[in-house]
């Protein structure tokens, strides 16, 4: 049984993982849930998108075999207390802009994995931080379940899918193509050579702050496995970027992540 996790407003990214899953397992489950824990007090939770009947279309087309679609009080039942302390992983780069987001994220993993069972489950390379702790949580725990990571879809100008972009208007969803240009761009500089983040970051800021649309939250240039930071950007190695939507409107503070890995 493959299982594919989400929080709904479904794109092609989440079908691909589905269809991946259907190439690897006789069944596969997906779930819908957005987890309240992960999000902040000041973020995007009662406004992030939740169109259900759309989105149970597009699992029928893709021939899921089971929809789970449990209310929070099912999965935050009262008297709720257990949760997971994903500690050093959960606070680096996204976790230093989002503090308890990925203990949030563990606990509602771990909790889905226990319900549903899977034997394999796949998670999508765009988040790439949580795909590296949800691996070490069932390293750690040591859950009975294969973890796949797929990898990214993009809009064809290289802007990764994601379910807040449509809150981006035309000048910010332009701007917004300026994160994957600085990935790709950064790439292709490790690969003729240069070694010093340093001799990186500023063309890369500018890349991804050119007209005023975004403000980089941070770039790091970390070890792919234990995401430290590293001095030197040799690989492997990968690149993380968080940037936050400074334009006034639906789109304002939130923020667009996205990632390379060079092996
Ligand atoms: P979400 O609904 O945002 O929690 O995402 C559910 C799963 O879909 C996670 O494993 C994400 O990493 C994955 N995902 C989100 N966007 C993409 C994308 N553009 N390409 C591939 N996977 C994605």
Known sequence: MGFVPTMGALHEGHLSLMRRSKRLCDRIVVSIFVNPTQFAANEDLSAYPRPLSTDLQACKRENVDLVFTPTVDV????????????????????????????????????????????????FGQK????????????????????????????????????????????????????IHQALIWAKSAVRKGVTRPGQLN?????????????SLDYIGFCDPSTLQPLKSARPPLAILIAAKCLT???????????????H
Request: charged share 25%; hydrophobic share 40%; glycine share 10%.
């Open 202 to 214: 500023g063309k890369m800021k500018r890349m991804i702050e050119k007209g005023g649309c975004f």
């Open 248 to 262: 006034p409107g639906p789109a304002m503070n939130r923020r667009y992540i996205d990632n390379v890995i060079i």
């Open 127 to 178: 988040d790439y931080q949580q795909s590296v702790i949800i691996r070490r949580m069932v390293l750690d725990l040591n859950l009975p379940v294969r973890i796949v990571v797929a990898p990214t879809v993009r809009e064809s100008d290289g802007l990764a899918l994601s379910s807040r972009n449509v809150y981006l208007d035309h000048l910010s969803r332009e701007a917004a193509t300026g």
């Open 75 to 122: 999965i935050y039942p009262e008297g709720f207390e257990m949760t997971i302390k994903v500690g050093r992983l959960g606070e680096l780069w996204e976790g230093r802009s989002r503090p308890g987001h990925f203990d949030g994220v563990a606990t509602v993993v771990l909790k889905l994995f226990t319900i549903v069972a899977p034997d394999v489950a796949i």
